[in-house]
């Protein structure tokens, strides 16, 4: 039985990670959750990304956010789908949460295999770039973008919601990490039940271990989905209602378009088991739009 110091501290956390929008007042990092740092540079990872720019993907700077008097920019790829061949819209989210570098890290390889003729792809990255730089979940301010999407009060959030108007994406996926031991993906209730089994199995098929359990401790069934239902719609509508907090799966709900949040395991030493399923799912679902 947990003792009473580690059930404060679960409930502290979960009351910052969950009921609070703005929890601190910088890009502060997080020391008690079990993360291992992977190798992350933000200069080096966008000048990667730009050396991409080309005959398949246009890249460009969507925005910029400052801070300490530094310009953090935050990318927009887009693939140039084949003449005649029109396709459906995927979006992908990834560095929403900055400390989740495992998201971030799988985009240039995602880029440089990605088959645009399965789909027209859109990737912004770093969502949070400030956060991305400082290992931290909050952007500059201390907000966590990925519970601002019912007032908009962070730059980052407004750049997503404007990339949506825009794009007009089909299906999306956002790129996370958690603290569970393996991994697993939420779906909002626009993803068809078995699209998302066939997601899953796309992901253990490619040698991911998927989750039993996910972050909360709730049974996943099958493993790897967190899949949509009534009490979970209900929450989640009482949390915006009250707390004025959404995530963007959430918001995709919204809009009626299906998305997949997936949640690899912040704990893993080995980069490129945390890198691969984030790459997997991506191409997954493209091949099945």
């Not at 799988?106 to 990737?123: T, Y």
Request: charge should be neutral.
């Amino acid at each position: 039985m947990p003792s009473l110091a580690t059930l404060r501290r679960d409930l502290a956390n979960f009351a910052r990670y969950h009921l609070v929008q703005r929890a601190e007042t910088h890009p502060a990092r997080t020391d008690d959750m079990g993360i291992v740092p992977l190798p992350f540079d933000l200069d080096a990872y966008v000048e990667r990304l730009r050396s991409l720019d080309g005959a398949r993907f246009e890249v460009s700077e969507e925005a910029r956010v400052e801070y300490r008097g530094r310009a953090h920019p935050i990318l927009c790829a887009r693939s140039r789908a084949p003449a005649g061949r029109p396709s459906k819209t995927l979006l992908v989210l990834a560095g929403v949460h900055g400390n989740e570098h495992a998201g971030l890290l799988a985009v240039p390889p995602l880029l440089e295999r990605f088959d645009v003729e399965r789909a027209r792809l859109v990737v912004l990255t770093p969502v949070n770039p400030v956060g991305a730089a400082e290992l931290s979940r909050f952007n500059a301010e201390g907000y966590d973008v990925n519970r601002d999407f019912v007032r908009f009060a962070t730059p980052e959030a407004r750049v997503v919601r404007d990339v949506f108007d825009r794009e007009r994406p089909d299906f999306v996926v956002s790129l996370h990490e958690g603290p569970q031991d393996a991994t697993f993906m939420f779906a909002n209730r626009f993803v068809d039940p078995g699209l998302a089994r066939a997601l899953c199995g796309a992901l253990a098929a490619g040698g991911t271990a998927l989750a039993e359990r996910d972050y909360f401790g709730l049974r996943l069934t099958p493993p790897g989905l967190s899949a949509s239902s009534r009490t979970g719609r209900a929450v989640t509508k009482l949390w915006a209602l009250t707390l004025g907090m959404k995530a963007s799966i959430a918001y995709s709900e919204d809009r009626a378009i299906p998305e997949i949040v997936l949640e690899s395991s912040w704990r893993m030493p080995d980069l490129q088991a945390r890198v691969r399923p984030h790459v997997d799912l991506v191409n997954a679902v493209a091949a099945r739009l």
